[in-house]
């Protein structure tokens, strides 16, 4: 039984390290991870992906590069594939894979947010979950139980040594 409880709390620090390392680790190289949730870039980037974006020098795209970029709201980030770069306007006209017409409008270098250089099919799922409440409640229940494994481990490995000393 203390064998489990001690692997069962390693299993769990584990996951949650690997997660951490996934989702959050990669921004203090400036590489930030975004989920796919649409299916404009399909098959190269699925929905419920993670790409990891990395900032480009606006002066080397060139057409057919994958670029990430918001959208004039400045709110919402898009991933397509450029089509034309206009150097004179300091713009690019985009499209996704998957779409049958090019983007409306053309996208100022100046919201270009950068390039995807990673695709982890499937994350983007679980990251969308672990941000949501729900996931936040479970992140917290898990920390919990690593507690109470390592303080069982604990209680038994002490109930050994008196067993023992006795």
Same mark, same amino acid.
């Given at each position: 039984? &203390? @064998? @489990?409880?001690?692997?069962?709390?390693?299993?769990?620090?584990?996951? *949650?390290?690997? *997660?951490?390392?996934?989702?959050?680790?990669?921004?203090?190289?400036? /590489?930030? #991870?975004?989920?796919?949730?649409?299916? $404009?870039?399909?098959?190269?980037? #699925?929905?419920? $992906? =993670?790409?990891?974006? !990395?900032?480009?020098?606006?002066?080397?795209?060139?057409?057919g590069? =994958?670029?990430?970029?918001?959208l004039?709201?400045?709110?919402?980030?898009?991933?397509? &594939? /450029? =089509? &034309?770069?206009?150097e004179?306007?300091?713009? /690019?006209?985009?499209k996704?894979?998957a779409?049958?017409?090019?983007?409306?409008?053309?996208?100022?270098?100046?919201? /270009?947010?950068?390039?995807?250089?990673?695709?982890?099919?499937? *994350?983007?799922?679980?990251?969308?979950?672990?941000? $949501?409440?729900?996931? !936040?409640?479970?992140?917290? @229940?898990l920390?919990v139980?690593?507690?109470?494994?390592?303080?069982?481990?604990?209680?038994?490995v &002490?109930?050994?040594?008196e067993?023992?000393?006795v």
């Open positions: 039984m &203390r @064998l @489990l409880c001690k692997w069962s709390a390693l299993g769990i620090c584990g996951m *949650l390290a690997v *997660l951490t390392m996934l989702l959050a680790l990669p921004g203090l190289f400036g /590489i930030h #991870p975004l989920l796919v949730q649409s299916g $404009s870039m399909e098959p190269e980037y #699925p929905v419920g $992906s =993670v790409i990891y974006v !990395k900032s480009v020098d606006k002066a080397g795209l060139s057409d590069d =994958v670029v990430t970029f918001y004039p709201d400045e709110e919402t980030l898009v991933t397509h &594939r /450029i =089509v &034309r770069v206009d004179e306007q300091e713009a /690019i006209y985009t996704g894979d779409n049958e017409l090019e983007d409306q409008a053309a996208t100022p270098f100046s919201r /270009i947010v950068g390039v995807p250089v990673i695709c982890v099919p499937w *994350l983007g799922y679980l990251a969308g979950y672990l941000a $949501s409440g729900m996931g !936040k409640v479970g992140i917290i @229940l920390v139980l690593v507690c109470l494994l390592s303080w069982m481990e604990g209680a038994l &002490r109930e050994q040594e067993v023992k000393g």
